[in-house]
């Protein structure tokens, strides 16, 4: 039987260049529901795993498309953000 661990993840800040202005709660809010899906499907990622602090994360570069939803967005950078903390 595996053991659950509890994993403390605190954002202090995200940065976003080349967005236009949305509802930062909404956009929050996705970040953090498609993160804590990842961590709890994909695992935790080592650099995590050893109880550290990792000052940052930097997710790279990806694009989105035309008109994409708040939600979808805040998806996609939680999934850049998951894959940069395996970097």
Not at 46 to 58: A, C, E, I
Not at 71 to 83: K, N, P, S
């Amino acid at each position: 039987m595996r053991q659950a661990s509890r994993l403390d993840l605190h954002i202090d800040e995200l940065a976003l260049q080349g967005f236009p202005d949305m509802d930062g709660e909404v956009l929050g809010a996705a970040v953090q529901g498609e993160l804590a899906r990842l961590l709890e499907e994909g695992g935790v990622p080592s650099r995590l795993g050893r109880g550290g602090q990792v000052d940052r994360v930097d997710g790279g570069a990806f694009t989105v498309e035309a008109g994409a939803d708040v939600r979808r967005l805040g998806a996609q950078i939680a999934r850049t953000v998951y894959g940069g903390l395996g970097r």
